[in-house]
């Protein structure tokens, strides 16, 4: 009797709630396998147990904290290890910080640094050559609409994130012909646990029109289906996508103080310029909710 075929493997970090816990149920429905990682073991843990519950297939959990130097290489080599190809590297792992430059402590920038800059760029660093010879796979980087310009009382965070729109669309040209696709997800803003526990931030979400509040499955949804597209931007959400739009067919300037800087912001699983005009560009950020 011929062996199954190998399901593929979606490798997700920061997946133990919010986008990340999303994009790991949109995975899993869509028949993939998954590697869990985050910080928490136990919260993995569940996770992968009702995954496995409700989808069948198989769980893995792999606990890690993705800002510390060294963490993207152990993680790759278990995988080695175990001899598990990743055909999927989800990087949603990130940590926001709401607030006055000045009054936030040095540190606290350098872990935004260290996550959502350093651990992002080691992942691709350490998973990309194996998709390149293996001539297939799907990157998804989990970045925001605070991408596209500069936001008061989130300058360090909107600044990383910045970084990884353009990393992403560096590499989605750099990949071209090798049979891998790179994927910028840039939700606005989006209720879960990363935004309770920033305070600042969570005062002004309860002000917000419910309208502007994007869903975390609905964000993970879209995100799914332009990672499997291999669309290098997806903005989801008309009202987002109107404001990237906009804004890369103006002068770049701070966002306008009137609007809470929070709504700029895209929300993880765990709390720790614009681009020149193409005529593709309507295709690069529009991803359809």
Same mark, same amino acid.
């Given at each position: 009797?011929?062996?199954?075929? !190998?399901?593929?493997?979606?490798?997700?970090?920061?997946?133990?709630?919010?986008?990340?816990?999303? /994009?790991?149920?949109?995975?899993?429905?869509?028949?993939?396998?998954?590697?869990?990682?985050?910080?928490?073991?136990?919260?993995?843990?569940?996770?992968?147990?009702?995954?496995?519950?409700?989808?069948?297939?198989?769980?893995?959990?792999?606990?890690?904290?993705?800002?510390?130097?060294?963490?993207?290489?152990?993680?790759?080599?278990?995988?080695?290890?175990?001899?598990?190809?990743?055909? =999927?590297? =989800?990087?949603?792992?990130?940590?926001?910080?709401?607030?006055?430059?000045?009054?936030?402590?040095?540190?606290?920038?350098?872990?935004?640094?260290? @996550?959502?800059?350093?651990? @992002?760029?080691?992942?691709?660093?350490?998973?990309?050559?194996?998709?390149?010879?293996?001539?297939?796979?799907?990157?998804?980087?989990?970045?925001?609409?605070?991408?596209?310009?500069?936001?008061?009382? /989130?300058?360090?965070?909107?600044?990383?994130?910045?970084?990884?729109?353009?990393?992403?669309?560096?590499?989605?040209?750099? /990949?071209?012909?090798?049979?891998?696709?790179?994927?910028?997800?840039?939700?606005?803003?989006?209720?879960?646990?990363?935004?309770?526990?920033?305070?600042?931030?969570?005062?002004?979400?309860?002000?917000?029109?419910?309208?502007?509040?994007?869903?975390?499955?609905?964000?993970?949804?879209?995100?799914?289906?332009?990672?499997?597209?291999?669309? =290098? =931007?997806?903005?989801?959400?008309?009202?987002?996508?109107?404001?990237?739009?906009?804004?890369?067919?103006?002068?770049?300037?701070?966002?306008?103080?009137?609007?809470?800087?929070?709504?700029?912001?895209?929300?993880?699983?765990?709390?720790?310029?614009?681009?020149?005009?193409?005529?593709?560009? !309507?295709?690069?950020?529009?991803?359809?909710?």
């Amino acid at each position: 009797m011929a062996a199954a075929p !190998r399901r593929p493997v979606a490798l997700i970090t920061g997946a133990s709630s919010g986008i990340g816990e999303a /994009l790991a149920q949109r995975f899993a429905r869509a028949g993939h396998d998954l590697v869990l990682v985050a910080r928490s073991a136990d919260k993995l843990q569940a996770l992968a147990d009702n995954l496995k519950r409700q989808h069948g297939g198989r769980a893995w959990v792999a606990p890690a904290d993705l800002a510390q130097p060294g963490a993207a290489a152990d993680l790759a080599a278990q995988m080695k290890r175990a001899r598990r190809p990743i055909d =999927v590297l =989800v990087n949603n792992a990130g940590v926001l910080e709401h607030g006055p430059f000045i009054g936030m402590p040095a540190a606290r920038h350098q872990q935004l640094i260290d @996550l959502n800059i350093s651990g @992002l760029t080691a992942l691709l660093a350490q998973f990309l050559p194996g998709m390149v010879a293996r001539g297939s796979g799907r990157v998804l980087n989990v970045a925001s609409i605070a991408s596209f310009q500069p936001v008061p009382s /989130l300058a360090t965070y909107a600044a990383t994130k910045a970084y990884v729109l353009s990393l992403t669309e560096s590499l989605s040209e750099e /990949l071209k012909g090798t049979g891998v696709t790179i994927t910028a997800l840039c939700p606005g803003i989006t209720a879960t646990h990363m935004l309770e526990a920033a305070s600042t931030a969570s005062a002004e979400l309860q002000r917000l029109p419910a309208f502007l509040v994007g869903d975390a499955d609905d964000v993970a949804d879209q995100g799914f289906a332009a990672c499997m597209a291999g669309t =290098v =931007v997806c903005v989801p959400g008309a009202i987002n996508r109107a404001t990237v739009t906009a804004g890369r067919s103006v002068i770049r300037q701070p966002a306008s103080r009137n609007i809470p800087a929070s709504a700029m912001a895209v929300r993880h699983s765990e709390t720790r310029s614009p681009a020149r005009e193409r005529k593709t560009e !309507r295709e690069r950020v529009m991803c359809r909710s």
